[in-house]
């Protein structure tokens, strides 16, 4: 565009015989951009509105280069009507038709709307091109009939290019680089027509005019080259085009056409064309009303579906109300059966490991103290799975109470590694522990021995053969902090905030069968927050867990 901008200067320091030449040059070289552009930033498929593009401008070109010829090979105007003419008239459609490509690819609306919108602006280009530049022809000397003919078409096209234009000015999406450029070409081109036309007997080469003209063919060269035309906007997927500010000016503008014209007839001491201006003002009015309407219509509709889907949220919002009460009723129900169950588990599970108890004392045949052990076990097993469901159940209906006394955590936790020591020799995983002297805090033992089983347990239970557990007791920063890491299957980043949920269990538990109810550690953080300490988890799928209490000091 800089280089063009360059030779229009150059093209106004020219004599008029080489200016003629280097106008076509300069054209042909648009052209040609233009195809190398729609070449190297679009596909095959898309690149229809520009080609038409380019060879409208061509036929343009082509009338240049046929009025060159005359004018430095013949040192003559070319007749009128000529050759020249058929060109010229032949390049408006294609742009046109490349310009309604354009905004169909950009999701311009056939709806009842956006026809009345193209409607209103179509009716007024009309009216303005009728009463300037069309009759204006009625009423000069022509040789023929035809040549009046041809030299009336040219407005009649310039009105097609300027509804185009306008579309483009209202059309849909947001403006991309591109799209600026192809508007302002187009606006150029327009623009140049209307005043040729308004000084067609004066207009000679060389004239000014042809500035706008010659920036017109470089500036849309430019749109084509340039990359953004891949995307020449977002599209508008919108049902209905928007009555955006743009839009309803323009709509205003035309809106107020006939009367403009009307009045700048009269100050100018223009012959008035009353008929045409009362058809043009008449034809305006009744597409506005019926816009209006439109609009009415739309408003109504908005306001009807509003309360429609307010009556719908509201609805629902009742339903989902009930529901959710529902869904309270359920699990209230649900922890009442879970507690009377164990409550009743309970007993006989007592009694079971009692009576087991004592017929070991009184057996001697190694096998079946093996199968009695095997009971026992297993009803351990039971009786603990209860006590969790009991204190589950408990936590649902209000806090922790604890029974709290001075409590020495270091002592606990050797205690609890001491007695974790079996289960982790029969799992094959070794078990290490590290601690230093921390200050006595106040809480309830068994509550924290509970705390450190469950841990320890669920550290070696996720740990593979042969992996290793490490617990260690600090103070830090004015707390004591516990540690409990395993190299074992680890967690998922996205399942740490359910971890300490009841009934939670995570999914590489689930792929590796290991058996848990997913109470462990929801009592466990119950019992750290009714401490007042905190409770978190860190590890990745395969590196481990690390599982890290942090208790206040006294007194802090």
């Known amino acids: 565009m800089g280089a063009g901008a360059l030779a229009i200067v150059i093209y106004f320091l020219l004599p008029p015989d080489e200016q003629s030449i280097f106008y076509v040059a300069i054209g042909g070289a648009s052209v040609a951009a233009i195809f190398v552009g729609a070449a190297r930033n679009l596909p095959q498929g898309r690149r229809l509105p520009w080609q038409l593009f380019a060879f409208g401008l061509l036929g343009q070109v082509a009338g240049d280069a046929i009025f060159a010829f005359y004018e430095v090979a013949l040192n003559r105007e070319p007749p009128s009507p000529s050759v020249a003419d058929a060109f010229y008239l032949a390049g408006y459609p294609l742009l046109v038709l490349g310009l309604v490509l354009v905004l169909r690819e950009l999701g311009a609306q056939t709806s009842r709307t956006a026809i009345l919108d193209t409607v209103v602006i179509f ?17 000069m000397r022509f040789g023929t009939e035809f040549a009046r003919e041809v030299a009336m078409a040219y407005p009649v096209m310039d009105a097609l290019l300027l509804v185009a234009l306008a579309q483009l000015l209202v059309g849909p999406g947001g403006r991309t680089r591109a799209y600026r450029l192809l508007l302002g070409s187009v606006a150029l081109w327009v623009i140049a027509d ?63 056409t006939a009367p403009a014209t009307l009045l700048i007839e009269r100050l100018a001491h223009h012959r008035v064309h009353a008929v045409v201006i009362a058809i043009g003002g008449g034809v305006l009015a009744i597409v506005v009303l019926l816009r209006l309407a439109g609009l009415v219509r739309a408003v109504e509709n908005a306001g009807r579906a509003e309360r429609e889907a307010r009556r719908e949220a509201e609805q629902a919002q009742q339903l989902l109300a009930f529901q959710n009460q529902q869904l309270v009723e359920i699990d209230r129900l649900k922890d009442e059966f879970v507690s009377s169950v164990s409550h009743e588990l309970r007993t006989p599970l007592t009694s079971i490991a009692g009576y087991v108890e004592l017929l070991l004392e009184e057996e001697t045949d190694d096998y079946r103290r093996g199968h009695l052990g095997i009971i026992e076990r297993n009803a351990g097993r039971l009786l603990s799975l209860v006590s ?14 604890l029974e709290r006394a001075p409590v020495d955590l270091r002592t606990l936790v050797l205690q609890s590694v001491d007695s974790a020591r079996p289960r982790a020799h029969a799992a094959s995983v070794r078990l290490e522990v590290e601690t230093r002297e921390v200050p006595t805090m106040q809480g309830e033992p068994a509550k924290l021995a509970q705390l450190l089983d469950n841990l320890i347990s669920n550290a070696i239970k996720f740990t593979p053969r042969q992996g290793r557990v490490d617990v260690r007791l600090d103070r830090r920063d004015g707390t004591i902090r516990l540690e409990v890491s395993d190299t074992g299957i680890g967690i998922e980043e996205s399942e740490r905030e359910q971890l300490f949920e009841r009934f939670f269990r995570a999914q590489s538990a689930l792929e590796h069968q290991i058996q848990g109810t997913g109470l462990g550690l929801y009592i466990s953080k119950a019992i750290v927050d009714a401490h007042g300490g905190r409770i978190g988890v860190d590890g990745a799928p395969g590196q481990g867990t690390t599982f890290v209490v942090e208790f206040p000091e006294a007194g802090r």
């Open 388 to 401: 969790d469901l009991l204190f589950a159940a408990r936590l649902q209906y209000g806090s922790l109470e």
């Open 123 to 139: 009716s007024a280009v009309a009216l303005v091109q009728w009463v300037f530049f069309v009759d204006p022809y009625n009423h």
């Open 194 to 256: 209307e005043i040729y036309g308004l000084n067609v007997n004066t207009y000679q080469g060389g004239d000014w005019i042809d500035a706008l003209w010659l920036g017109s063919y470089i500036v849309w060269a430019g749109a084509a080259l340039e990359p953004s035309m891949a995307r020449i906007a977002e599209p508008d997927r919108r049902r209905l085009p928007r009555l955006s500010h743009t839009r309803l000016l323009v709509l205003a503008a035309a809106s107020l």
